[in-house]
């Protein structure tokens, strides 16, 4: 299996700020996702992120709110914009490897 | 559209007891079907999988199997530990995305 890690693993934010997240894995892929789970909930799918093209967005996520980079083949990062206390969740990436998506172990944000 | 339904939780069992987690799926083609466990404060982990009828995903002592007649994906184990609380997430994907359709998600408890 691919092997995720993330950065950072938690952070408090005030509100109006920005914070990006980094997601490596250890093998080249060409689809990688980013989730947001809010608390005690199921995972919902932000975006898309493929390598060499721009990343494609579920309903209710814009771009300008969650700018999403693909650079290389093992390597995204993951932009909240102009935070609220609503961005407060758990955000993960993931990794389609064989079939399968694998997935990081997350980023706790909470936004004050 | 495709769907994944889980009993709710949380579920809440002695040691050494015999766990079962239901969970039935919608779906217009042949999807693959996956556990996905979240202990708490940590990311999600694959659990098993199957990928057609009958088959049978195992590990850790976990085994559910892809049961086409019944649109049924049952998660069990024989004897459940204390280490096994977590949060049970069963989940679909049937497009060449490899998109997942996911459970609200079904909150274990095994208490010692």
């Known amino acids: 299996s691919a092997v995720i890690s993330q950065k950072p693993s938690r952070d408090i934010c005030q509100r109006g700020t920005s914070l990006t997240i980094q997601c490596q894995v250890d093998s080249q892929v060409t689809m990688m996702f980013w989730y947001r789970q809010q608390p005690g909930q199921s995972l919902t799918l932000i975006a898309t992120a493929n390598q060499g093209s721009e990343a494609t967005y579920e309903s209710g996520f814009v771009i300008d709110k969650f700018p999403i980079s693909r650079p290389n083949l093992t390597f995204s990062t993951l932009t909240v914009s102009n935070m609220s206390p609503e961005d407060s969740s758990i955000y993960l990436c993931s990794v389609e490897w064989e079939e399968t998506q694998y997935f990081g172990p997350g980023t706790r944000l909470l936004v004050l | 559209g495709d769907s994944v339904t889980q009993m709710e939780g949380p579920v809440t069992l002695s040691e050494e007891a015999f766990l079962t987690i239901n969970c039935t799926y919608t779906a217009t083609g042949y999807p693959s079907l996956f556990w996905y466990v979240q202990y708490p404060g940590e990311g999600l982990q694959l659990l098993l999988k199957?990928?057609?009828a009958d088959d049978k995903g195992s590990n850790k002592g976990f085994e559910a199997t892809y049961r086409k007649e019944t649109t049924s994906f049952h998660l069990e184990k024989g004897s459940v530990q204390v280490s096994d609380s977590a949060v049970y997430f069963c989940a679909l994907s049937e497009d060449s995305n490899y998109q997942l359709i996911w459970g609200a998600g079904t909150k274990l408890i095994i208490k010692p």
């Open positions: 199957a990928t057609k």
